[in-house]
């Protein structure tokens, strides 16, 4: 019998000795497997998927380079069909990657490693000659807060170092991706490199993903390289092979000169499916100065009135802060109807007619799965529960899954087992699934899918609106002056942190544009583009910020939330028509008294409060954004934007 490999783990201070899956390969006298590269050659490497010659020269050159670094065993070109995903499955189910969840039609449960739970912003590299292409240059002793910079060279002793033979024993698979749907002149393309079934079988859902892909390599489009590896520990021991990372060295690069991504030792979300932020936020960001256009982290909807005038919205709250619920909506008011284009990501243009026209680059939704249910987001749970990869959420006796926020969606004799695998009960003091747990779910299955959500010219853009989660001083809704204004909004944006990245508490953090950990260049002029925009149309949407986290003193927020929000887009939409309904205040504009439509919730709601101003609070928010400005962006801080800043702090000392 031919024998399988060995592994040696290591389980509480125990050396254990573990056999590899099939899927590994033979090994050399020093225990690590066999590979055989020469030169530039890829020989003697088992292609256990597709066809090496099919592959486009500069992919082919591209593969060559980074298998003779990598070392695979194996090669898998991936073609995106059901027999190569059901291929994936089962490598992933022997490897232990993934459990099934018979409760539902082809569904997936991913626990990883607990040292690899979140997007890890401190490790996250923007690659550039010179360090203020990148970040702002900080003043006054401040640490820089957005973004970091590593040298090129850096950047190449970082890959040598940790890449080198890093997917030995493991399969390469050679991922082709679609950023936007196949074809639309708004489209990007990436291929990635990585040695995780699971990045493969979610870039599958994240994105449009295959052969038709590759096609369009060959016919000359442009690719973004995406290099990704869950990495191997220098000491050559994975502990987990369920999950093989390497935490102590993880670290994400990109080089936005080569449209060039590499990310390793982690297989989580932003981190390993490298479409989504590396891709369609960092690197398209500078793309989209370079081009003219922005890459923003926004969700997209549509919304039709009852009068059946229908309108597009996007929104940029920083990550947790509710998008997909937005996107999702189910309003509140009659008449009203809420589509979903996208729920995190937008790419916008101005068309010919000065008319900004978005897209959606993704295929999927990657959620935050604690606090969705039935009450907060039906659609989504509508949407969720068919061919979906869930990761670190808990399970259930019947095998469903559960998370904080379904506790009326199970029953009472259900057994629980937490995310880390644990059993579970709701006396414990610990959550079942990860704050951050996920589900990875295809964008087509929502049942409100706008219908034009592929148009290969995007849909028209009527407003931008921005938000995050403000416990005090920040009303329900206001209305920028105008663009420049709108801009400065967006800039001085703060939120709650999120346990999307690896932050803690409840500390309110500036996240300009929702985009703090996503610039792919120096924000300074990230914002000069931004204003640059107002050249390009005289029919430019109007801008918002929105609050739905208000709370009141003893901490209870002021605002229903969810489908009540319709409530605020409503008055957004008549803005929009040109009603006059809006009041000038120091900060923007505000519903004017009984503008508001409250209708059935008048009772709940204390209007007062939720719009109040108080010119304490306002002072201090002057200072604060002042002080960031400053230390944070320096001398890189547009002058109109300090000029924005001078003017609401004159307004404001006029609050009584
Ligand atoms: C996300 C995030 O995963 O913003 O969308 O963290
Ligand atoms: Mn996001």
């Known amino acids: 019998m031919k024998m399988k490999p060995l592994l040696v783990i290591l389980t509480k201070g125990n050396l254990i000795f573990h056999r590899f899956p099939t899927e590994f390969g033979a090994l050399t006298k020093n225990g690590r497997p066999k590979v055989s590269v020469f030169g530039k050659q890829i020989r003697g490497i088992g292609v256990?998927?597709?066809?090496?010659?099919?592959?486009?020269?500069?992919?082919?050159?591209?593969?060559?380079?980074?298998?003779?670094?990598?070392?695979?065993?194996?090669?898998?070109?991936?073609?995106?069909?059901?027999?190569?995903?059901?291929?994936l499955i089962n490598i992933m189910l022997e490897q232990g990657t993934i459990k099934p969840l018979p409760k539902y039609e082809n569904c997936w449960l991913a626990r990883t490693n607990p040292a690899d739970t979140a997007r890890v912003e401190s490790k996250t590299f923007i690659c550039t000659e010179k360090k203020s292409e990148t970040i702002p240059t900080p003043k006054n002793g401040a640490v820089g807060a957005l973004g970091n910079w590593m040298s090129p060279n850096d950047m190449d002793l970082v890959v040598k170092e940790r890449f080198n033979s890093c997917m030995t024993g493991r399969t390469m698979y050679i991922v082709p991706f679609s950023m936007g749907p196949i074809g639309s002149p708004l489209s990007k393309i990436g291929i990635e490199l990585t040695d995780s079934p699971y990045v493969v079988a979610s870039m599958r859902i994240m994105t449009r993903m295959g052969s038709k892909v590759m096609k369009q390599v060959k016919d000359g489009q442009a690719f973004v390289k995406c290099l990704h590896s869950v990495g191997t520990p220098s000491n050559g021991i994975v502990e987990d092979p369920s999950w093989p990372c390497d935490p102590q060295r993880t670290i994400i690069l990109h080089k936005p000169e080569n449209n060039e991504i590499v990310s390793y030792g982690s297989g989580y979300g932003g981190n390993s499916l490298l479409g989504k932020k590396c891709f369609a936020l960092r690197i398209g960001s500078t793309i989209a100065k370079k081009e003219g256009w922005l890459a923003e982290h926004m969700l997209i909807l549509g919304i039709t009135n009852p009068k059946g005038k229908k309108r597009y919205i996007a929104a940029a709250f920083p990550s947790a802060c509710g998008k997909t619920n937005l996107a999702m909506m189910t309003p509140s008011l009659p008449g009203y109807k809420v589509e979903c284009v996208g729920d995190d990501i937008a790419w916008m243009r101005f068309d010919k007619n000065g008319q900004l026209r978005a897209i959606n680059p993704e295929n999927g939704f990657f959620g935050v799965a604690p606090g969705t249910s039935r009450s907060s987001n039906p659609i989504a749970m509508d949407t969720i529960f068919r061919n979906t990869i869930f990761t670190n959420v808990a399970s259930t006796s019947d095998g469903g899954v559960y998370w904080e926020g379904m506790e009326k969606e199970i029953g009472s004799d259900v057994a629980i087992t937490d995310w880390r695998g644990n059993p579970w009960s709701r006396q414990k003091n610990i959550p079942a699934a990860h704050p951050n747990s996920r589900f990875c779910?295809?964008?087509?299955?929502?049942?409100?899918?706008?219908?034009?959500?592929?148009?290969?010219?995007?849909?028209?853009?009527?407003?931008?609106?921005?938000?995050?989660?403000?416990?005090?001083?920040?009303?329900?809704?206001?209305?920028?002056?105008?663009?420049?204004?709108?801009?400065?909004?967006?800039?001085?944006?703060?939120?709650?942190?999120?346990?999307?990245?690896?932050?803690?508490?409840?500390?309110?953090?500036?996240?300009?544009?929702?985009?703090?950990?996503?610039?792919?260049?120096?924000?300074?002029?990230?914002?000069?583009?931004?204003?640059?925009?107002?050249?390009?149309?005289?029919?430019?949407?109007?801008?918002?910020?929105?609050?739905?986290?208000?709370?009141?003193?003893?901490?209870?927020?002021?605002?229903?939330?969810?489908?009540?929000?319709?409530?605020?887009?409503?008055?957004?939409?008549?803005?929009?028509d040109g009603e006059n309904i809006a009041d000038e205040t120091p900060i923007g504009l505000i519903p004017k008294k009984n503008c508001l439509n409250l209708k059935g919730i008048e009772e709940n709601v204390n209007l007062d409060e939720l719009f109040s101003l108080p010119r304490d609070f306002w002072l201090q928010e002057v200072k604060e954004i002042e002080k960031y400005f400053n230390e944070q962006v320096g001398d890189d801080l547009p002058k109109e934007i300090s000029n924005q800043l001078d003017s609401l702090r004159k307004r404001i000392t006029k609050i009584n």
């Open 441 to 576: 779910t295809p964008a087509e299955q929502c049942p409100i899918i706008d219908p034009a959500w592929e148009d290969p010219e995007g849909v028209p853009i009527s407003a931008i609106l921005f938000g995050g989660r403000r416990p005090a001083g920040v009303p329900l809704v206001y209305e920028a002056r105008d663009w420049k204004h709108g801009v400065f909004i967006g800039a001085s944006m703060r939120s709650e942190a999120t346990a999307a990245a690896e932050h803690k508490g409840k500390v309110i953090m500036h996240d300009p544009f929702a985009m703090r950990p996503f610039f792919g260049y120096n924000f300074g002029n990230y914002l000069d583009h931004w204003l640059s925009m107002e050249n390009k149309s005289s029919n430019l949407p109007k801008i918002f910020h929105v609050n739905w986290f208000r709370k009141d003193a003893n901490g209870k927020f002021l605002w229903p939330g969810f489908g009540e929000n319709s409530r605020v887009l409503d008055w957004i939409l008549r803005r929009l």
């Open 48 to 87: 256990v998927h597709g066809d090496l010659q099919d592959l486009p020269e500069k992919v082919k050159s591209y593969v060559e380079d980074n298998v003779k670094l990598c070392k695979p065993d194996k090669l898998h070109i991936c073609d995106g069909s059901d027999a190569e995903n059901q291929k």
